[in-house]
């Protein structure tokens, strides 16, 4: 979290505004006084610019010395419970809104910016459209009889036709706008992973601070995590480059793509994070980055590294679990070669890994294999202790039921069993997932 905080602000920092300034007004009929605020949208959530507009001759005022940033705001009148989205551009940063508080959407008449008219209109157009597709969806969630699923399919689907042409006629007549860009980028995830992309304008900066840029980001990601690690590296490869046509869009693409990496603990993550962190930060291909934030990313990059094979391996202090003892893998083994088994108790698939360790045992020993197992469990000592003594392991079983040692991060284990092969270099020579691969490893190395 501290890392993403640290880059949002990186990004907030980086923006450049022009000097013009902004005025927006809003005079609201049958409107008892109260706080009208302004925000603007950042992925799925709003910040506050201003907590109360100024009062002036029966308007509510915003006004700022400074060009606001492109995107969507929304104007919030408190008592009524009314939020009015707004679009902010360039070229649109001086308008003027008169509406009944009521029914602000129904009744909205905007003076000094076309595209915020056509918005209204365009909205009030759809909403009818968009009633009506929430009407049968509702009846679809309540409906059993099959034929009557059909006719709400068959009818659902001409309202969605009505939808999709009714929203690329604004996007053509709305050409070369901000409001263009925001109508396809809002319905581009409705279509496939490769079309997607080309109803997204990357050169668009406006489009961070609207809750639909992130959809397409977190679309993305959703269609190919489950590729495997080279894909996903591929893929993210492809949505950085083309990110690159705006330097602020750039710096999000590569910032949002890292902290979900980092935070996301699937197997062969960390390997991603580890990549977009070597070629777009570390690198500096990502300009302007502040020390501190460098400094992070490289240190959780070493960490992630370690668990990577070819990349040197972290020499952990844990706890003998049969002893108050302590030991660093590294040093009580020599130069050995070693085989960690990460295992947790409960776990079905480590009874097997462990039951296979114990039948190659005698083999691997005579091979010259320090051998050692960690437990995963965060319970008592005691209670892993007699897990440990049940399981009567011949090899040296440890523990850190703290993590002092941090040996999850280091060795990135996210799910059991896992075994790591070090070579007498100290390097990850191989990591094992699941009890048939170990047991196929085992064998291998037994021989």
């Given at each position: 979290m501290k890392l993403f905080l640290t880059f949002i602000s990186f990004i907030i920092c980086i923006n450049t505004c022009l000097s013009q300034g902004y005025e927006i007004k809003i005079k609201p009929s049958h409107l008892e006084p109260q706080k009208v605020r302004l925000a603007y949208y950042y992925?799925?959530?709003?910040?506050?610019?201003?907590?109360?507009?100024?009062?002036?001759?029966?308007?509510?005022?915003?006004?700022?010395?400074?060009?606001?940033?492109?995107?969507?705001?929304?104007?919030?009148?408190?008592?009524?419970?009314?939020?009015?989205?707004?679009?902010?551009?360039?070229?649109?940063?001086?308008?003027?809104?008169?509406?009944?508080?009521?029914?602000?959407?129904?009744?909205?008449?905007?003076?000094?910016?076309?595209?915020?008219?056509?918005?209204?209109?365009?909205?009030?157009?759809?909403?009818?459209?968009?009633?009506?597709?929430?009407?049968?969806?509702?009846?679809?969630?309540?409906?059993?009889?099959?034929?009557?699923?059909?006719?709400?399919?068959?009818?659902?689907?001409?309202?969605?036709?009505?939808?999709?042409?009714?929203?690329?006629?604004?996007?053509?007549?709305?050409?070369?706008?901000?409001?263009?860009?925001?109508?396809?980028?809002?319905?581009?995830?409705?279509?496939?992973?490769?079309?997607?992309?080309?109803?997204?304008?990357?050169?668009?900066?406006?489009?961070?601070?609207?809750?639909f840029f992130y959809k397409v980001i977190r679309s993305h990601i959703a269609h190919y995590i489950e590729s495997g690690v080279p894909e996903i590296i591929r893929q993210t490869d492809k949505l950085i480059n083309l990110s690159k046509e705006n330097i602020e869009v750039y710096h999000y693409v590569t910032g949002y793509l890292l902290n979900f990496y980092r935070g996301f603990f699937k197997l062969g993550m960390n390997e991603v994070f580890v990549h977009i962190a070597d070629s777009y930060f570390l690198n500096d291909t990502v300009k302007g980055l502040p020390e501190e934030t460098h400094k992070m990313i490289e240190n959780q990059r070493d960490i992630y590294k370690s668990a990577i094979i070819g990349y040197d391996a972290h020499n952990i202090k844990v706890r003998k679990i049969n002893s108050d003892d302590s030991i660093s893998i590294f040093d009580y083994s020599s130069s050995k070669p070693i085989l960690i088994l990460f295992w947790a108790n409960g776990c079905g698939h480590c009874d097997s890994a462990e039951n296979s360790l114990k039948l190659y045992y005698p083999q691997l020993i005579e091979k010259g294999y320090q051998i050692f197992s960690l437990c995963n469990d965060n319970f008592s000592y005691e209670s892993i202790r007699q897990n440990s003594e049940r399981k009567n392991f011949p090899w040296i079983d440890l523990c850190d039921t703290e993590n002092h040692s941090h040996f999850r991060e280091y060795y990135y284990i996210v799910s059991t069993p896992i075994m790591y092969l070090i070579d007498n270099k100290r390097r990850i020579a191989s990591k094992l997932i699941g009890e048939d691969r170990i047991t196929q490893a085992l064998q291998a190395l037994s021989l």
């Open positions: 992925e799925d959530k709003q910040y506050l610019i201003t907590d109360s507009a100024s009062s002036e001759n029966g308007f509510y005022v915003f006004r700022g010395n400074e060009n606001l940033p492109s995107g969507i705001y929304s104007v919030i009148l408190d008592k009524n419970a009314q939020v009015i989205d707004i679009l902010i551009d360039e070229n649109n940063q001086k308008f003027v809104m008169k509406c009944d508080a009521n029914d602000p959407q129904k009744t909205m008449k905007i003076t000094g910016s076309e595209m915020n008219s056509n918005f209204f209109d365009y909205q009030r157009r759809m909403t009818d459209i968009v009633i009506k597709q929430h009407e049968i969806d509702t009846l679809k969630k309540y409906t059993t009889d099959s034929s009557k699923i059909e006719k709400l399919d068959i009818e659902l689907s001409k309202i969605d036709a009505v939808y999709n042409e009714a929203w690329k006629i604004e996007a053509s007549k709305n050409h070369n706008t901000f409001f263009e860009d925001v109508l396809k980028c809002m319905n581009s995830t409705n279509f496939s992973n490769q079309e997607m992309w080309n109803y997204v304008n990357f050169s668009q900066k406006g489009l961070i601070r609207t809750p």
